[in-house]
């Protein structure tokens, strides 16, 4: 028994070293963390003097020195943003919490959630409705509760600090908010994607209340069906409808009916719910009449196939263009059903690959938006519908309308090689036969993105 106890207590001393290894491990990432960002504090610097006396190309400077960090470091350009606003208002405006965080009492989270909430007390100093020392208020405020609570809650905390120091009220601050509906798709992987609505909490109640309703109605119908259809096989009848037919079971065709559909449904609560919304957006009315949801999209999408696929010669997964694998069944479904969509090979034998005109021909534009997907800066995943084709090497300057010197950009990486931008900042871009650009940053780096080679349709 003493041996047992001895045993114990030195299992449970390695649990707790394992314990606050990993602790100060996330210390020390913090720590690493708050390094990371006074590094960004010192390029701001570089960029508030390359900036000073040029504010004519003050936005293009802010892009390209964005694009330098987002393709260094393969992370989205929204995230550098981020990193660089949250590195500027705590070098000048949050010490202490700057302080916090290099001794790793805070992680990089509590930060962001104590500067975005500062920025109402901000606006509130800038528009002289509080005095400047409330900023420090407001931070010992905050900083005191996130040392010890997750960034979740210190985002709650912080709102209600902020609020309750500028004297915004709650319609004041619902207001605000309101401006930052949104709706983004974001993949998880097989097929699925995650699609968020940040929408007026009384809007988001109301949607999860109607498909509440709407769900339960489905699952009543389902057993009521499983029930008839129980019957009629009991004593030989088939229910369609409403209405219930004689039908001798040696006669029946085993053509298929609503009630018998219904019944074989299995689908799960989420499951049906999760149809309900894609039904109730991709259609005015879903009903049989009007059809489902692939019936009625109205949405921009695009999609890679193979023609042997295309075909039902095999089962090779299409490609949902800009997020990832989409079922060959779904693929061929929208084809079928879409006769707006014409068919593409990637074959320099068969396609048009130059024009003496400045604009791409039509057949050109198909391919590029089949080839590109979404703009060629890399690691942007802006589609190609809200890009701009662009001639890699300037048409002014010679460059021909051709295949492979056209690629789709976005409107904020189409302008880092614009000529008027200073040498110091402009980006270039060379781009090969094969659709490879090869970009070229004003530090000297080289950054590559490669198109894929597919049969589309598009």
């Known amino acids: 028994m003493a041996q047992r106890q001895t045993d114990l207590h030195l299992d449970l001393d390695k649990r707790r070293r394992v314990l606050e290894a990993w602790v100060e491990k996330k210390r020390q990432i913090a720590v690493l963390e708050c390094e990371a960002m006074e590094v960004m504090v010192e390029q701001i610097g570089f960029h508030e003097a390359d900036v000073a006396g040029n504010g004519f190309h003050r936005d293009a400077i802010y892009r390209s020195m964005v694009a330098e960090f987002s393709a260094a470091a393969r992370i989205p350009t929204g995230s550098v943003e981020y990193a660089f606003t949250d590195a500027l208002v705590v070098s000048t405006s949050l010490p202490e919490v700057r302080a916090a965080f290099a001794a790793g009492r805070v992680c990089a989270g509590h930060v962001r959630e104590i500067v975005r909430e500062s920025a109402i007390v901000a606006?509130?100093?800038?528009?002289?409705?509080?005095?400047?020392?409330?900023?420090?208020?407001?931070?010992?405020?905050?900083?005191?509760?996130?040392?010890?609570?997750?960034?979740?809650?210190?985002?709650?905390?912080?709102?209600?600090?902020?609020?309750?120091?500028?004297?915004?009220?709650?319609?004041?601050?619902?207001?605000?908010?309101?401006?930052?509906r949104c709706v983004k798709v974001r993949s998880v992987g097989d097929g699925l994607a995650l699609l968020t609505a940040v929408l007026p909490e009384w809007v988001a109640v109301a949607i999860a209340d109607r498909l509440r309703q709407m769900t339960r109605q489905v699952i009543r119908n389902r057993a009521h069906a499983r029930d008839d259809a129980e019957s009629a096989r009991d004593d030989g009848r088939v229910i369609v409808s409403d209405d219930t037919f004689a039908m001798d079971p040696d006669t029946d065709t085993g053509a298929g009916c609503e009630t018998e559909n219904v019944a074989a449904d299995t689908r799960t609560w989420d499951q049906v719910q999760a149809d309900l919304l894609a039904d109730l957006l991709l259609t005015a009315d879903p009903s049989a009449v009007?059809?489902?949801?692939?019936?009625?999209?109205?949405?921009?999408?695009?999609?890679?196939?193979?023609?042997?696929?295309?075909?039902?010669?095999d089962d090779r997964p299409a490609d949902l263009d800009g997020h990832g694998p989409l079922?060959?069944?779904?693929?061929?479904?929208?084809?079928?059903?879409?006769?707006?969509?014409?068919?593409?090979?990637?074959?320099?034998?068969?396609?048009?690959?130059?024009?003496?005109?400045?604009?791409?021909?039509?057949?050109?534009?198909?391919?590029?938006r089949a080839?590109?997907?979404?703009?060629?800066?890399?690691?942007?995943?802006?589609?190609?519908?809200?890009?701009?084709?662009?001639?890699?090497?300037?048409?002014?300057?010679?460059?021909?309308?051709?295949?492979?010197?056209?690629?789709?950009?976005?409107?904020?990486?189409?302008?880092?090689?614009?000529?008027d931008i200073p040498d110091t900042h402009r980006w270039t871009a060379r781009q090969e036969r094969d659709g490879t650009i090869t970009w070229h940053s004003p530090l000297g780096r080289t950054y590559t993105d490669r198109p894929t080679h597919r049969v589309m349709f598009t």
């Not at 196939?305 to 010669?313: F, H, N, V």
């Not at 061929?332 to 014409?342: H, I």
Request: with cysteine; aromatic share 4%.
């Open 290 to 313: 009007h059809g489902d949801g692939l019936d009625n999209i109205q949405g921009r999408i695009q999609v890679t196939i193979a023609g042997t696929t295309l075909a039902g010669a």
């Open 123 to 180: 606006e509130a100093i800038r528009n002289k409705r509080v005095d400047a020392d409330v900023m420090g208020l407001y931070e010992a405020a905050v900083l005191v509760f996130a040392e010890r609570e997750t960034a979740a809650r210190t985002k709650a905390h912080a709102a209600q600090v902020a609020a309750a120091l500028v004297g915004e009220t709650v319609t004041d601050r619902h207001k605000r908010a309101a401006g930052e």
């Open 327 to 368: 079922h060959p069944d779904i693929a061929r479904d929208l084809a079928g059903r879409n006769t707006g969509w014409s068919r593409l090979f990637l074959n320099p034998d068969g396609m048009v690959r130059q024009t003496d005109t400045y604009t791409p021909t039509e057949g050109m534009r198909r391919f590029l």
């Open 371 to 419: 080839r590109d997907q979404h703009c060629r800066f890399p690691g942007c995943r802006m589609p190609v519908h809200r890009c701009d084709i662009d001639h890699t090497h300037d048409h002014a300057r010679g460059g021909k309308t051709r295949l492979d010197n056209l690629a789709h950009l976005c409107r904020a990486h189409h302008t880092l090689k614009h000529p």
